[in-house]
Nanobody
Framework: QVQLVESGGGLVQPGGSLRLSCEAS????????MGWYRQAPGKQRERVAR???????IYADSVKGRFTISRDNAKKTVHLQMNSLKPEDTAVYYC???????????WGQGTQVTVSS
């Protein structure tokens, strides 16, 4: 079955950077969109970034210019480079994988990102 394994979360000071990684296993990777969502305490889940199978990207307005999503199809991984981090970026970040047309989407377990002085 599909598994999404995330890494790279942690504690960082405002203005700092983190790079999140997500490795997919158990499925075909290259033809599906991938993305990152986040959920902060008391907030709804928010789509942070998405990258299509062809490499087209979209970003939440709150992270445009600061975050970059990328994918490596050979390694079945997706990354989220997060720069100029702000305290409001603090959230649990979830890796997301588009499901086949007959299946639901897939989610990682989540990794905590905390931006604090």
């Amino acid at each position: 079955q599909v598994q999404l394994v995330e890494s790279g979360g942690g504690l960082v000071q405002p203005g700092g950077s983190l790079r999140l990684s997500c490795e997919a296993s158990g499925s075909i990777f290259s033809i599906y969109a991938m993305g990152w969502y986040r959920q902060a305490p008391g907030k709804q889940r928010e789509r942070v970034a998405r990258i299509s199978s062809s490499g087209n990207t979209i970003y939440a307005d709150s992270v445009k210019g600061r975050f970059t999503i990328s994918r490596d199809n050979a390694k079945k991984t997706v990354h989220l480079q997060m720069n100029s981090l702000k305290p409001e970026d603090t959230a649990v970040y979830y890796c997301w994988k588009e499901g086949a047309s007959s299946r639901g989407d897939y989610w990682g377990q989540g990794t905590q990102v905390t931006v604090s002085s």
